[in-house]
Every structure is written in C-alpha cells, then in structure tokens.
C-alpha cells in the first residue's frame, strides 16, 4: 500500500528527547505507516552553540528505544548550506528576495522610534525593490542580510488538521531575514527548503510552530512549492495543569525507560495524548497504526496523568513474556552488583511477581531478594519471628529437608506443622515469608518456596532457628 504520504520529525538537539517530542514523533510516524507512507528523521542543527552530538545521540536513542523507525535520514541541516544558499541565490536573482543592507544599530533605532509611538516594531520596508522606487545608498563596506519578499497585502492561511482554518494577514508579516549578514541561512528558511526537497506531505509538529506557518507558506508560494498540510499539536501538561517540564520530574524519553517503563506502554499513552479511538484505552502499536488519524487529534491541551502510565505499564507488563522481564531485570540486578546467575531462574521468579509490580524498577526490587537475602528490619523480627514462630519454623524446615520439592507437598509439609503446633495458616506462612524473603508479603507460599528451592530455603531458615 506504498502512497505519496511522507512525514518528519524535525528535532533540534539541544537536549534530550522529552515527552512532547516523542509524541510528535509518534504522531508523523503512525500517520505515515497508515498510510504506507515515509517517514523522514531530520536533525534541526543549525543552532550550533545549543546543538550538541550528545543530544543528536540522545533523540536516536530514545527513537530507537520507543522502535519509531525512520525511512530515511537522519538527515542534518548543517550538512546542507550549500544548497540552501543555492536557493538563497535563486531567489534573489527571481526578485523574491533582496539584501538590505540596515544596520543592526539602526534596525534597533527604528524599533524604538515605533515603540516610542506606541506602535508594533517592524522592518519599515527601506531596502525593498519596488518599480520606481529608489533605493538607499549602499554603504561601504558594509555585509547585507538577505530579506524575503512577503506579499505587501492579502491574508495567508490554512486548513490546519487539527485546529482548523487559521490566518494572518500579510501586513502583519515582516520580510523576513532568511540569511543573515554573514551569510548563513536563517531557521524558518532551512525548514522550508528542507521541506520542499524531502517532498514533505504533512508537516505534524508542535503547535508553538504555528507563527512561523504563515511565513514558511509564503516562502514555500515564492518557490513554487507545494504547500503541506499541516497539523499542529497542542501543548502537553503535566499531572497539575501547568505547561511540563522538568519541574514534573521524567520527561525524557529514556528516563521513563531508566525508571521500569515499557516502550509499548509508553506509545500507548502517547497515542493517548491527544488523540483517540473511541472509549480505546489499550491498543497495540499495530491497532494504532491500523486506527491513526489526524481527525481525531484533539485541539485543546492534553494533560499528563502519570496514573494512567503506571496502570498502562502494568497491563504490558503483566502480559509480556517472562525471558523478556528476565532480562530487564538481570540488567537492572547487574548495575545493582547483584549477580544474575546467582539465584533460581529468573523466568520463574518473574512470573510470579509480573502480575503485582507496576514497573521492571519493582520487578527488580522483588527479584532482589531471591538472589540474596535480604535481611529483615529489627521491627519486622521482632513482631514475626517470635518464639512460637521460631519453634514452627523449625519444624517446618526438618519437614522441608526431605519433602519432595513441589506444590502438593510442600503444602502438606506446612499442614502437618500447623497440626503439630497447634497454629493457624498466617501464624506459619508469615514468619515464613519474614525469614526467607525479608517480608510479610509475597506471592503464595507454597509458590515462593517452589521457586526459591530446598537449598536456599534451609539456608535462610538457618539464620533463625
Ligand atoms: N526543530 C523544531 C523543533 O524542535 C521543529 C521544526 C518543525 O517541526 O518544523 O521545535
């Protein structure tokens, strides 16, 4: 189903891949795969004292975490101004563009001279070519920037895919500097050439994009480009309403992936955020792509609701398969220094906690102590591991050294001390838990004793009685 629809992600790595980005990410790439279309990876590095190779890194490791594969690119602004100064060139010779050759200083003058009437600051035109108009002396020596020819009148809008028909009237355009006196091309410029090149179909971005709509649409008219569409997406707020930031704590892509998320549960709650599918809360990333549209982007701001995120994660983590966990958790226990390879299988102990953790960062916590055990608070030996406790556990664990090591029998082992002591379940399984996992809750006994195993489990018996 291969169609002319091709998208982009345009980041500039100034930092790394944040929550809103990697929505706008997801947002162009599911429309594009909806449509067996392309989707374009381009670095926006012009801005050379902010961009950093690090944040570069850091954005192609958070897409590749969150597997938004890019068709083509990444391609990287600052290795194409040859050829937006060819464009530059091209369009001074049409007359669509023209140098002007004021001063920054008296550029800063005229500002003050229309503040000072109260009226909006602008470029009052001075160096535009217009037939019969004569145009300032050029003075020595000194570097023109170059201006764009923004229609004198008119309005210039779009039918936004989100927000819906918007417009500005050109008089309340600038020409703008697409290059600068040195020579190099300006943002909204690079944009536009990259655009047109890349034969962009939608543009899906921000919505703190929409002020420079009007003058890349103008700019884009004067090539004789076609214009894309454009969606442009509402801002995201954190849990209490207010623009997100780093005040809300993770909002980097990989912080979620260092702090036990999923990647399928965090584009499901991106998908979330903004868009919908009817009542559809949970949904595979092949249901998004099969459902992906932009009519049902939502055009008021989408709130962040970390709740919801720990509720998804849990979902998908419950659901995936137990080698994958096992080997989340081997990596988070390893960086911990607890060796892996020191306690029962970690399939096993997965599975019994996958259905009660919200994140890999518990599972990893509750694997721990199968590993190595963990030695309970004075408090907790205190009220558990009391005498009567400690003169069934013994019994117990005579029982256990003999018993054959599964379900049914271990369950009969833990009955017959019961009987023989004259206590109720809890008043066996709990010290139980204390003594061999550190704490009063755990899966099921006769589980957790299957997993940990006969040696282990005398072992850390023998610490008590
Ligand atoms: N580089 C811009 C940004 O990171 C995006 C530009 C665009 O999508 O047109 O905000």
Redesign the pocket.
Known sequence: MASSIRT?????PTGFLHIG?AR?ALFSWAFARRHGGRFILRI?DTDVARSTPEAVQAILDGMRWLELEWDEGPFYQMQRMDRYKAVIREMLAAGTAYHCYMAPEELEALREAQRARGEKPRYDGRWRPEPGKVLPDQPAGGQPVVRFRNPADGVVGWDDEVKGRIEFANAELDDLIIARADGTPT?NFC?VVD?WDMGITH????D??VN?TPR?INILRALGAEVPRYAHLSMILGDDGQKLSKRHGAVSVMQYAEDGYLPEAVINYLARLGWSHGDDEIFSRDQLVAWFDLDHITPSAAQFNTEKLNWLNAHYIKQAEPARLAGEVANRLARRGVDPETGPPLEAVVTLYRERVQNLNQLADESEGYLRPLHPAPELIAQHLTETAKSALASLKARLATVAWEKPALNQAIKDTMAEQGLKMPQVAIPLRVALLGTPQTPSIDAVLEVLGRERVLERLARYV
């Open positions: 982009r992600f345009a980041p500039s980005g706008t926006e943002y944009v655009d543009v899906v971005r921000g703190d994009h420079n890349q």
